[in-house]
C-alpha cells in the first residue's frame, strides 16, 4: 500500500506540473485573462468528473447540511488561488512557479497539528524541511521571479 501511495504521488506530481506547463502556454498563446482558463478547466473538470461519477457515487453519504458549508468554503479558496496562480502564469514561466506550490505542504502540517492535534513525526518534518528547501533552490535558479508573480 506505501509503494502504490508513492507511485500515485510521483504521477500526480508530474501530471500537476505538466498541467502547469500547458496552462502557461495557452495564457501567453491565446493572450486570454486568468479567469477564462480558470472556467474552461474546470468546464473539463467537471464533464471528466460527471462521465466517472457513476463509478464513483455512494449512496451512504451524510445529508448534504453537514458538509455544504465547508465544501462551499474549501472551494472557494481552491477557486481564489487558482486564479491568482493563473495570473501569475502571465509574468513567469510555470516552471518557475510551481515549485512554491510546495510551499502549501508547510501550511498543511501546521493546520494539521493545531487545528486536528495530530502530531507530525520527525520523518514527516524532514521531508517537509526538504520539499520546502528544494523549493527554495529552484526559486532562486535563473534569477528572482518578479514581485508580480511573487504576490
Known sequence: MLITG??????????????????RRYVVRRHSGPLQLLILSHIVMGVISAVILPWLWRSDLPEPGVYVWPLLSVS?????GQFFFFAALKSSDASRLSPLLALKIVFLAMLTAMLM?????????????????????????GGSLPWRSLV
Open 6 to 23: 508513492i507511485v500515485l504521488g510521483l504521477i500526480a506530481g508530474l501530471t500537476q506540473s505538466g498541467s502547469y506547463i500547458f496552462s
Open 76 to 80: 472557494g479558496f481552491y477557486l481564489l
Open 117 to 141: 492535534h495530530q502530531p507530525i513525526a520527525p520523518m514527516q518534518w524532514a521531508g517537509i524541511f526538504v520539499c520546502v528547501s528544494s523549493a527554495f533552490v529552484l526559486n532562486h535558479t
